[in-house]
């Protein structure tokens, strides 16, 4: 090239230069301009931030809910908002010199460069502002129960009396166990199914222990409404939105009369021209039914021979009472022992189910004769109910699992984690191994499960909830009054009544305390007078901002300290001193007031996301029995403390908020040997910026990259996360045990193709991953990457929940399999035309598929077979 030549090419290059290089340039001297500029697009979205809260709270009093959509907006605001203070607070530290021009050139370019950009962001989302939609109107559809297949004859009578407007209030009552919350819970399933576009259908259950206030709360959270501490302005928000609605109110369980006027509902007997409004209630007393006012009253009777002896049979199987001669014989004479009391057939029958040797069942002839010729004066017809089920009770042989039943009794429901952590405060379960004592707790559930002693439900998406029937709760109570068993040593009032009131000094010999879910703004300080304490769970209470007592140190008897969710901060040392301490949990446990700040003093330590860890460690490396502990950490803690040495027993990982380019697990955190043995659940959150989140080994290091406890795994509200990558390891030697996967609000994920890898995945949560996500499982994504897909079917894989993932076409290539998936939930899909099941063969183990109507109706099917098929596995949402 001649010089002429070169000289153009230059001159033509100079300007694209000059355009790149000169920002740069002028940023040092531009930093007063563009910190002002940023203050001013920041202080214009702090303002429309504003106008969002108005706009959605406005909306909540009418059942609307702000969209994913708002709230990822709200989260992207305030995450500019700091991020610009923080920018301001910097500026403000450099303006030193005469016309604040800091000399420091590079921190002027710096802060100035920040400002320019965050300027841009702050703008970009004040112009997105105007194209988001905020509120979506919601109506409360009938949520579909768990009851059993078995109609109860009084069904189609009371469904025309609700259907047809005969009458506007029916009671029904009868004895402990008759079947009174079967009938309404097949009510309220027939209803979801014939009036849920018009009607409104809440089921409350009311109890000996419920006050009208947690009714009319109760009330609230299923309407959606908007929540208040003030009773008064409860009743108004109730009754307004249903002053002009039609609505089914089943009120479970009534104990005594209740003013529904004082909980908000409308009257219903004024009900007129188009709306209706019914309740149906149970009790077991008439006596409420009258003062209730039903104009309706049935009396629900014992079963009749032919229908107890088909429900006892269905309970213990046909194959044990076919099993041999003799056993149909004794199965006759324990149906007429047992009177045709539903709930009674149901706990002896499945007591009985495996039991297939006669004499076994001899014997309980001769065991249901003693107890119901037993002298023990009945003081009311339930003792003699309650004697007649102590057989099931009787018929547990562990002695350890007879006294969790009747401590269990204590509470009328509760997650049943936390029942096998109560267990483990009472010293029921005492293992050395942490998982081995919850895996005891786990089995201890599922036999009395299998009893009818306990019922577990699905409350949440991953949530379980232990509940247990009315009859069996008084029977335990009986049961532990009679043999003299001590439940004074527990308080349980998780948020049930006002805690204020507790006077926690007259149970000095408690050992289990359970304040949870109250709202507790200051630790009582009784508490340290409880010496002979092994349990304190002071979880979800969202208020508590305490500097806990010293004097914590005089329970020296601890073994479980639960702060979850909590504002709680720890003076140094006392850990330490709490010698018996086995499990702390500090997840969530934090002061969002002071961000993830740290500080020390000669007092106390303040126990904070950032370098919390080497405060614990050096506290929880003194005892010797500690066995579990759950925290949330700084992307600080995680790189440059946690994920290099972990020499304390780390159960349940947070690590919350991280700004670089991406997030590493490498060699040093995936084969630390305490993470190994006792990682349980790994939550990764708020991570900023990340664009992705990489498991990676060195080659000679891979065989021992393995989190063996891990069972729950979790990304959320990563909002600049585009997938997980994998280098020189493979997700089912990561995660062999993997069981619970969830990836909530990660808008720009693409797809999660790896997971089809993992071994014992049995849940799959996929929500608000809204933007780019087309298919979740691609099988060429693995073969063309550094992982080779082992496996063309989900082994384990029972539930799979999708919510506003709008682009989603399909859920996987057609060669891929469910052969065990029980649960598919849509929500906000309207994309997904196509199931992941082949024409005209859904899995044998397919239970429910879940979705809105409109949804349904535009799914491609083969043919109208094909959806008739399919459609009897359909459940409105």
Not at 150 to 156: A, C, D, M, N, V
Not at 218 to 247: G, M, W
Not at 547 to 570: D, F, G, M, W
Request: glycine share 4%; hydrophobic share 40%; with cysteine.
């Amino acid at each position: 090239m001649d010089m002429l030549g070169c000289s153009r090419a230059i001159g033509s290059l100079l300007p694209w230069v000059a355009s790149k290089v000169s920002p740069h340039v002028v940023y040092p001297f531009k930093v007063r301009k563009n910190v002002r500029v940023m203050e001013l697009a920041t202080s214009k979205l702090k303002d429309l931030k504003k106008d969002v809260e108005i706009e959605i709270a406005d909306a909540e009093r009418v059942n609307g809910t702000p969209t994913n959509q708002v709230q990822g907006w709200l989260h992207r605001v305030e995450t500019i908002e700091n991020e610009a203070a923080d920018i301001v607070q910097k500026y403000q530290q450099m303006c030193r010199c005469i016309w604040n021009i800091s000399p420091n050139l590079c921190s002027n370019y710096k802060i100035s460069k920040r400002a320019a950009k965050k300027h841009n962001e702050a703008m970009d989302l004040c112009e997105e502002k105007a194209t988001i939609q905020v509120i979506m109107m919601l109506l409360p559809q009938v949520q579909e129960m768990p009851a059993s297949s078995s109609k109860s004859s009084y069904l189609e009578s009371v469904l025309h009396d609700v259907i047809d407007d005969v009458h506007s209030i029916i009671g029904i009552w009868g004895m402990g166990g008759i079947g009174k919350t079967h009938l309404l819970e097949q009510i309220n399933n027939a209803l979801s199914k014939d009036l849920a576009s018009k009607v409104f259908v809440v089921f409350v259950t009311y109890s000996k222990e419920y006050y009208e206030e947690n009714v009319q709360n109760t009330i609230i959270e299923k309407l959606r409404l908007s929540k208040s501490d003030n009773r008064a302005v409860n009743q108004l928000t109730i009754y307004n939105f249903l002053k002009e609605k039609s609505f089914v109110l089943l009120l479970d369980d009534l104990w005594s009369s209740v003013n529904l006027k004082t909980i908000g509902i409308p009257d219903p007997m004024e009900a007129g021209g188009a709306y209706k409004r019914k309740v149906v209630l149970t009790t077991r007393s008439e006596k409420v039914c009258r003062k209730m006012g039903a104009k309706k009253i049935i009396k629900l009777d014992v079963l009749n021979w032919e229908t107890a002896w088909s429900l006892f049979k269905k309970n213990v199987s046909e194959e044990t009472i076919n099993s041999h001669p003799l056993i149909e014989k004794c199965a006759r004479d324990v149906v007429k022992k047992l009177g045709g009391l539903p709930l009674a057939l149901i706990v002896v029958g499945k007591a009985m189910y495996d039991k297939k040797d006669p004499s076994e069942w001899e014997q309980a002839v001769v065991q249901l004769k003693q107890v119901c010729n037993d002298d023990v004066e009945l003081s009311d017809e339930y003792q003699s109910v309650f004697k007649t089920l102590r057989f099931s009770y009787d018929s547990l042989h562990n002695e350890n699992l007879k006294q969790c039943f009747l401590h269990w009794s204590l509470w009328r429901h509760i997650e049943k984690n936390d029942l096998v952590e109560l267990w483990m405060g009472l010293g029921l379960i005492d293992k050395a191994d942490i998982q081995e004592a919850y895996n005891v707790g786990y089995n201890y559930m599922r036999t009395l499960q299998a009893v009818s002693l306990l019922e577990i439900v699905e409350i949440a998406d991953d949530s379980w909830q232990c509940k247990m029937h009315d009859v069996i709760r008084d029977m335990a109570l009986w049961i532990a009054s009679n043999d003299k068993v001590d439940l004074n040593k527990c308080i349980v009032d998780n948020g049930h009544r006002n805690t204020k009131t507790l006077q926690l000094e007259l149970f000095s010999e408690i050992t289990v305390l359970n304040l949870s879910w109250n709202s507790l703004e200051a630790f009582p300080d009784e508490i340290c007078k409880l010496v002979h304490l092994q349990y304190l769970n002071l979880s979800y209470n969202f208020n508590l901002r305490s500097l806990l007592p010293e004097e914590l140190v005089a329970l020296s008897n601890l073994k479980y300290l639960l702060l979850r969710k909590t504002k709680c901060i720890l003076p140094k040392g006392v850990l330490s001193k709490l010698k018996a301490l086995r499990m702390l949990d500090l997840s969530n446990c934090y002061d969002d007031a002071d961000g993830l700040g740290y500080s020390t003093s000669d007092k106390y330590l303040r126990y904070l996301p950032e370098k919390i860890f080497p405060a614990l460690e050096e506290d929880l490396e003194q005892l010797h029995n500690f066995q579990a502990l759950g925290i949330t950490i700084s992307e600080y803690d995680f790189y440059y403390e946690l994920s290099k040495n972990v020499s304390v027993p780390v159960r349940w990982l947070d690590v919350l908020g991280y700004n670089g380019g991406y997030m590493s697990f490498s060699n040093s955190f995936l084969g630390n040997s305490q993470l190994q043995r006792n990682l349980f659940s790994l939550r990764i959150r708020a991570s900023g910026v990340a664009s992705w989140v990489e498991f990676e080994s060195a080659s000679e290091h891979r065989s021992n990259c393995c989190l063996d406890r891990l069972e729950h795994l979790s990304f959320e509200w990563m909002l600049g996360m585009t997938e997980v990558k994998w280098k020189r390891l493979n997700p089912k030697d990561v995660f062999p045990r993997l069981r619970v996967l969830t990836f909530d609000n990660i808008p720009y994920l693409t797809s999660i193709s790896w997971v089809i890898n993992l071994p014992c995945i049995r849940e799959l949560y996929v929500l608000g991953c809204d933007r780019w996500m087309e298919q979740l499982f691609r099988i060429d994504e693995l073969n063309n990457g550094e992982i080779i897909v082992n496996q063309l079917s989900f082994p384990s894989l029972k539930i799979i929940h999708l919510s506003q993932v709008k682009k989603l076409v399909r859920i996987s290539d057609p060669i891929i399999t469910f052969p065990v998936l029980e649960i598919l939930k849509i929500h906000y899909c309207d994309n997904l035309k196509k199931l992941p099941f082949k024409t005209g063969d859904p899995p044998k183990s397919l239970k429910y598929i879940i979705g809105t109507e409109e949804w349904w109706d535009n799914v491609e099917m083969e043919d109208s077979t094909h959806r008739s098929s399919l459609q009897l596995y359909l459940k409105k949402w």
